[in-house]
């Protein structure tokens, strides 16, 4: 079955402890990205990826990282959280931003 | 000014009614146009999808686009309670999202 996963679901953590949210496809996209989605402020989008070793910066970059080793592979790194990044976060691939984007089930971050 | 403006409803309507939502978007460079629906605790589905001025059709949805105005509408006839969701709309270039319209249909 197609599709993206990411994990964990769910994570409740503390100010200034790292955390890495991981997301996974297997479509052999190229093209992978990270979103957050506020009340309000929509999808906005973190980070994306046009293919391996290739990131640059969506509209809402501060306070995270990626790395793109494989692939099928698009982790977000928070260093050091703070409560401005609870959120919902969405990673998605596609063949490239003109097409459709494929969504994982989303991660509830809360930092407290 | 926003680069995409979206009326966040909620929208509430009876079953069967004709649902529209409508958003504008100010960079002309995007080409391509899209509609997602996401259901609660859902990631977004892409709905409809279009690259022209004009209408597009599909079974009880049609997506228009008028790039002369840089606005676009979704349209969702006969409307059922399985079409509770929020709609997004969404641009190319920058993949940039609209805030998102919440509808619930009444049965």
């Known amino acids: 079955e197609a599709q993206v996963t990411q994990n964990p679901r769910y994570l409740i953590t503390v100010t200034g402890k790292k955390l890495t949210v991981t997301c996974s496809q297997n479509?052999?996209?190229?093209?992978m990205s990270w979103y957050r989605q506020d009340p309000g402020l929509g999808l906005r989008q973190i980070y994306y990826?046009?293919?391996?070793?290739?990131?640059d910066k969506g509209d809402v970059p501060e306070g995270y990282k990626v790395s793109r080793k494989e692939k099928r592979n698009f982790p977000l790194i928070l260093e050091s959280p703070s409560p401005n990044q609870t959120s919902l976060y969405f990673c998605?691939?596609?063949?490239?931003?003109?097409?459709?984007?494929?969504f994982g089930p989303g991660t509830r971050l809360t930092v407290t | 000014q926003k680069e995409v403006e979206q009326d966040p409803g909620p929208l509430s309507v009876p079953e069967g009614a004709i649902v529209s939502l409508n958003c504008t978007y100010s960079?002309?460079?995007?080409?391509?146009f899209m509609w997602y629906r996401q259901y609660s605790r859902k990631g977004p589905e892409l709905l409809m999808y279009?690259?022209?001025?004009g209408n597009k059709e599909d079974g009880r949805f049609t997506a228009q686009v008028d790039k002369s105005s840089k606005y676009i509408s979704l349209f969702i006839r006969d409307s059922q309670p399985s079409d509770s969701a929020t709609y997004l709309c969404?641009?190319?270039?920058?993949?940039?999202f609209g805030a998102g319209t919440t509808v619930t249909v009444r049965a």
């Open positions: 969404a641009f190319d270039y920058k993949l940039s």
């Open positions: 960079n002309s460079a995007f080409q391509y």
């Open positions: 479509m052999n996209h190229e093209y």
């Open positions: 998605a691939s596609s063949r490239g931003p003109r097409y459709e984007q494929y």
């Open positions: 279009t690259y022209s001025s």
């Open positions: 990826s046009m293919n391996v070793e290739v990131t």
